[in-house]
């Protein structure tokens, strides 16, 4: 009810925590279907908080990713999704041909190990039985939110960027 009387008003920004949290799936598809029909119509901009990676995956244009009180990821989400590359490989694979300095994190398994990694030119892959994939956003978002925190000075370039 309270979406239907903000929605009704008209407004140029609107300002929505967690929306879907209590609806079931069908009312989750029918509310954001809802939402982006009336963004479309009026050129409104939404500004959506969610912890469920799915609500946001094939409606936001932009990203702002906070942990812990602090900015860990934000851009456009397009240009994120294409600075980033998701490499799969063997456990047993060679990693030291992975650009350390690009890693965002490693997963590992008993059989292959995982590099989510930042600002990726070129697609190259180290060696045999090596994959690389362009990631979900989920998978952005994941990786940014396992990662350790860079350092102080890291993270004010960052930003300033």
């Not at 590359?85 to 690009?102: M, Q, R, S």
């Not at 292959?112 to 990631?135: A, I, K, M, N, Y």
Request: aromatic share 2%; proline share 9%; charged share 25%.
């Amino acid at each position: 009810m309270a979406l239907a009387v903000a929605l009704g008003r008209r407004p140029t920004v609107l300002v929505l925590d967690e929306p879907l949290a209590d609806l079931d799936p069908v009312a989750r598809a029918e509310v954001m279907q809802t939402l982006m029909g009336e963004v479309a119509e009026t050129g409104m901009t939404v500004l959506l908080s969610s912890h469920v990676l799915s609500d946001l995956e094939n409606v936001c244009d932009h990203l702002l990713l906070l942990s812990e009180g602090e900015l860990r990821l934000a851009g456009d989400v397009e240009r994120l999704v294409s600075e980033h590359a998701l490499l799969i490989g063997p456990a047993d694979g060679d990693e030291h041909a992975v650009p350390e300095h690009a890693v965002v994190e490693k997963r590992s398994t008993p059989r292959q190990v995982t590099f989510p990694l930042r600002d990726t030119p070129h697609r190259s892959v180290p060696g045999p039985g090596w994959e690389v994939h362009d990631p979900t956003v989920e998978e952005l978002v994941m990786a940014y939110l396992r990662a350790p925190k860079p350092p102080v000075a890291a993270r004010a370039e960052e930003v300033a960027a």
